[in-house]
């Protein structure tokens, strides 16, 4: 039998709520199609924005939302996405399928996104080609309220009142489509750009410094080092990809039971690097005042067979459900350093958490899981020690059970996922005694997904038992569930 001790007197802190949040960037139909779709469609929308879509997101509490890349962020210029549609500038996505893009959502539109979806917005500025004098004239037209030239830009385009935007990125991977620029030269240009990050009347921005790819511990270092006292977050990127050769990631659906175990041991070693970069960065700063920021992370296959390349399209099916839980249960035990997390990418694009085709939506298992962990937004984190059985195949075994805990207005939520392919699991909660519990569940086949015209996947009840104040349930194979406990 596992058990899962939970220890409310010790804590890591408050599990910060943007550890929940997601990340869209101009690639493929995540904002077009997906998120925006005019406001002459057919498609019901509000000012553009897909109600679907819109309502989905608000459901599960989307914090804090990424925008417009990516690779895509150092190639856009904010410019030419303002002003009367019809003389917004057509560009070549040049990263994303080579498209054209008209720019018709920009920052108007995204903030209103943000609005709707009653989110912060996270702005990812230029870098890599374009200027200072770009990056802080974006600032100023989104925070301040003074009568300038900029502000009045604003006004004439319809936004009286500055936005207040917080989260303001400095690039994103600039040691590859960023500018394959060096660590040392990326801590120079961050340290010149954001010293015109300014602060308008309340609006100070949050400066958030490009970090690694995951495994270079030595650009962390570096940036920690030389522009350290400079930043406010630190960004890593982390993808799990099953197949060994880019050119080869891996089917979304079709896979076997050992590539099953392969995904999620790989998902599983988001522990190490967040573990080994807090270590680098608490050399520096042991305060822990810089936080790390996993803008971008998710399961990253091959595309559906038959769409376009460069639009990273992908199915998401119960396998992507236990890498999202494995993943945040992770960011919940780190929560004393990462302080936000964006999952690619919210719509059609890798592990998201809605597809569309046309008027249609579907809620993925990934989407699910953001619901059944949406209780630890802004808890207080409890330890949380699991004793498991390890499940695997051949030489790949992890333990079967991954699980997180917190603590809000009396409450204590317990997120945890059955990992084995095949096998229940009976789990017995220590370390409190409880009046009352009840349980939510997502369970499957690793292969089931939900899809347009039709949709298994979805929380169900699930039987939690408490006799004499101990707590324990079965949890079927391949499954993800939120207990909840009145102590
Ligand atoms: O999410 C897709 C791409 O992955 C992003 O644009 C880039 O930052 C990363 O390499």
């Not at 057919?42 to 109600?51: A, L, Q």
């Not at 939302?65 to 895509?72: A, D, I, S, T, V």
């Not at 008209?102 to 209103?112: I, V």
């Not at 940036?223 to 990631?249: F, I, N, S």
Request: aromatic share 10%; proline share 4%; glycine share 10%.
């Amino acid at each position: 039998m596992t058990t899962i001790t939970l220890n409310p007197a010790r804590s890591r802190g408050t599990i910060n709520k943007n550890i929940y949040g997601h990340f869209s960037e101009h690639l493929g139909r995540c904002i077009y199609q997906g998120l925006f779709v005019g406001k002459d469609s057919k498609i019901p929308n509000v000012n553009g924005m897909r109600t679907d879509a819109v309502e989905a997101l608000k459901k599960i509490g989307v914090p804090v939302l990424r925008w417009p890349g990516g690779c895509f962020a150092d190639e856009y210029h904010w410019e030419d996405g303002i002003g009367p549609e019809a003389g917004r500038k057509r560009m070549v996505n040049t990263h994303w399928g080579g498209v054209v893009e008209d720019n018709s959502f920009g920052t108007h539109e995204f903030l209103e996104l943000c609005r709707q979806i009653g989110c912060e917005p996270y702005i990812n500025a230029n870098l890599g080609s374009g200027t200072i004098r770009e990056m802080s004239e974006w600032i100023e037209y989104c925070n301040s309220d003074g009568d300038s030239t900029v502000s009045q830009r604003r006004w004439a385009n319809g936004q009286k009142k500055a936005w207040g935007v917080k989260y303001w990125g400095i690039g994103n991977e600039n040691w590859g489509c960023g500018g394959n620029m060096r660590p040392e030269y990326y801590a120079d240009e961050f340290r010149r750009y954001q010293t015109y990050c300014r602060q308008y009347g309340e609006y100070k921005p949050f400066k958030i410094a490009c970090g690694t790819s995951g495994l270079d511990y030595n650009w962390t270092r570096v940036l920690m080092e030389q522009a350290g006292r400079y930043m406010d977050g630190l960004t890593c990127h982390y993808y799990t990809v099953p197949g060994d050769a880019w050119e080869h990631k891996g089917s979304a659906t079709d896979f076997t039971t050992a590539e099953f175990y392969k995904t999620l041991k790989k998902a599983a070693r988001m522990d190490e690097l967040i573990t080994r970069h807090d270590a680098i960065m608490t050399h520096y700063d042991p305060e822990k005042r810089v936080g790390l920021i996993v803008d971008e992370w998710g399961c990253w296959f091959d595309v559906e067979p038959g769409t376009n390349p460069g639009f990273l399209y992908q199915q998401n099916t119960m396998r992507d459900a236990l890498v999202a839980a494995i993943t945040l249960n992770i960011f919940n035990r780190h929560c004393d350093r990462v302080i936000m997390a964006n999952l690619a990418q919210t719509v059609n694009v890798l592990q998201s958490v809605l597809l569309t085709e046309g008027d249609k939506v579907v809620l993925t298992p990934t989407y699910h899981v953001f619901d059944l962990f949406k209780a630890h937004q802004n808890a207080r984190e409890i330890d949380c020690f699991v004793s498991a059985k390890d499940v695997g195949e051949g030489d790949i075994s992890l333990p079967q059970i991954t699980a997180s805990a917190s603590e809000k207005d009396g409450r204590i939520t317990v997120t945890l996922a059955n990992l084995s392919a095949d096998q229940p699991a009976e789990a017995a909660l220590n370390g409190v005694s409880a009046k009352a519990a009840r349980g939510r569940v997502l369970a499957g086949e690793i292969h089931q997904y939900n899809d347009f015209d039709a949709s298994p996947l979805s929380v169900q009840p699930l039987d939690v038992l408490v006799k004499d104040g101990a707590v324990s349930v079965c949890l079927p194979a391949c499954a993800v569930a939120e207990i909840t406990l009145e102590a």
